[in-house]
């Protein structure tokens, strides 16, 4: 199974279109906030389901703040992020997901890929898609892949 993971498109889509290209057929595609009401045209994008959550630009959005999925035998939290504060760090977030009982928690906000596996919990953000912040300010997504005998593989990929 192969799920893609962005954030923070920001009603542009040209880097998007590349990256599903690049990353091939996947399974699930998981957008963690600030597609700015532009989630109908992302699901048009991808021949899979989409998990979407509202982030801190997406005014006026009915789209959850957070949710709770199953993806394998994993228990992932996605969400965008800023009620967490995690432009100050990773700990509140990565403690409500150890509270919830999470495996996984997924967030964007900061537009600075990360991945981590500190105190048993996965914190994964897939940086932004359309504003990266990070050094060399290339576009970034994450992959999620689970392999044969159920144990997730995760990569962050970047855009040339």
Known sequence: ?????????????RGLEEIIEC???IDL??????SEGC??????????PLEIVAGNNDFFSDL???????IGKYHVLITHGHYYYVSMGVEDIRKEAAGRGM???MFGHTHRPFLDSAKGVVA??????SYPRQEGHKPSYALM??????EAHYSINYLE
């Open 29 to 34: 595609m998981i957008h963690l906030g600030d």
């Open 103 to 105: 495996d996984v928690v």
């Open 145 to 150: 892949e689970i392999d044969e005998k159920g």
């Open 1 to 13: 199974m192969k799920i893609l993971v962005v954030s923070d498109t920001h009603k542009k889509h």
């Open 124 to 129: 994964l953000n897939p940086g932004s898609v």
């Open 23 to 25: 990353a091939g057929q």
């Open 39 to 48: 989630e109908e045209y992302i699901a048009g994008l991808v021949d899979c």
């Open 64 to 70: 959850e703040r957070e949710k709770e999925l199953q």
